[in-house]
């Protein structure tokens, strides 16, 4: 778990989670934040404000001195953004927001968290394999030298991540967890105090906890992980978000496609097809199959230049279409008319 800061008269004490009521709430209608943490020290602190901001929803809250609440549990407590008829947060679009709560005093961010409003976007699953920042992602703060090796087994999905500490040291950290509506919490842990492979084994002596890693999936082969954890000295927690993408070693989309896929329209028969031949342009590609007619068109999102193609859309000789949002580097997922479709590669 994550180690949090002591501060005795500080909003910040110990708090740990914030979250929406209700968990998923729909577009237009009325939610709350929920700040829940141990106050021991203190009163659980007071809400000062709540507002949406774009993407981003923020809690502001100010410590009270422990007379406030004399006699009152303060060992496990939560604090609403708002009571039942007054005045409620609303966020007008779908999609993925930020959670932030906030010190009214220093400032300081106290919990962070990610929340869906809206309903569920077509699923996705991630690939398994390594991933490295997206040049052009939305939070391009990253480069060579850090990457995040991750692997989807089941309902199960374990992360290991690859870089530097503080100090410029080589280090690595690991997680494993769940996915939900295309979010992941996990925390993270950094074993040391073990030997190198290139000297006799030595288990590690230690798993020192690290923080957190939140992520927003946002195709099998793209994400934005908000790497969070707090300052064991001063108390002061950060959040560094990074896009990332999985890594194509020597398997881009386009002429890295070319070969044999399943195909499943839903409620027909998988269906093998072979895409044997390719048409390129500046701005994306087209592979058909030249036995059963059916083509796939593509689009590269341009300011991502490593990234998988923007969209695609894949149709076929005999009227059948869909529109693939969820774009992986051997996967394509998305809609048609008559439900779902899936694509996997199985060999060049």
Known sequence: MLLLGAFAGSAHADAQRIALWPEQP???????????GVWAKTCAPRVERAFVDGADIHLVVASQKKAACAGAQTESAKVLSASPGESELRAESAGVYRLYAHDATSGEM????????????LATTPESGLWWPEPGGEFANSGPGFGVQVEMQGDVLALTATGYRDSGQAAWWFG??????????????????????????????????????????????????????????????????????????????????????????????????????????????????????????????LDRPQSPPQTCQLSSDDGLEASLSDIGLRSLRGVSEAGGVRLQMLEP
């Open 26 to 36: 729909a577009v237009g209608t009325p939610f709350r934040i929920e700040l829940e």
């Open 110 to 121: 106290l919990a962070f968290s990610l929340a869906r409003i809206g309903d569920d976007p």
């Open 176 to 301: 494993a967890g769940s996915l939900q509506s295309n979010l992941s919490t996990l925390s993270l842990s950094a074993l040391t105090g073990g030997s190198a492979p290139f000297g006799v084994y030595a288990a590690p002596k230690e798993a020192e906890p690290a923080g957190n890693v939140h992520v927003s999936w946002l195709s099998a082969a793209r994400a934005v992980f908000w790497f969070e954890r707090v300052d064991p000295a001063s108390g002061k927690r950060t959040v560094n978000p990074i896009s990332m993408a999985r890594f194509a070693f020597g398997m881009r989309p386009g002429r890295g496609w070319l070969g044999t896929w399943a195909v499943q329209w839903e409620g027909l028969d998988t269906e093998r097809v072979r895409f044997d031949r390719i048409i390129e342009t500046e701005g994306g590609f087209e592979l058909s199959d030249a036995r059963t007619g059916l083509a796939l068109q593509c689009v590269w999102a």
